[in-house]
């Protein structure tokens, strides 16, 4: 984890990253796994499926 000023700088250096920062509101803290797990669970599983081989290797 990261904070949210460093993380797009972070993401840029990552192939294929994308940087999604929460919002107060929403519940973005420390542990957005944790504090708001169906918003986080729904963003990755989005990810995964958006992103060609991040389910793993085929």
């Known amino acids: 984890m990261t904070s949210p000023t460093v993380a797009p700088e972070v993401a ?4 294929d990253a994308q940087c999604r ?8 803290s420390h542990l957005m ?3 708001n ?3 986080f669970n729904e963003m990755v ?3 995964l499926d958006e992103t060609p ?3 793993g290797l085929s």
């Open 45 to 47: 599983a989005r990810f």
């Open 33 to 35: 796994f944790w504090e």
């Open 21 to 28: 920062v929460f919002t107060e509101r929403e519940k973005g």
């Open 37 to 39: 797990a169906a918003d």
């Open 53 to 55: 081989g991040a389910r």
């Open 12 to 15: 840029a250096c990552i192939p």
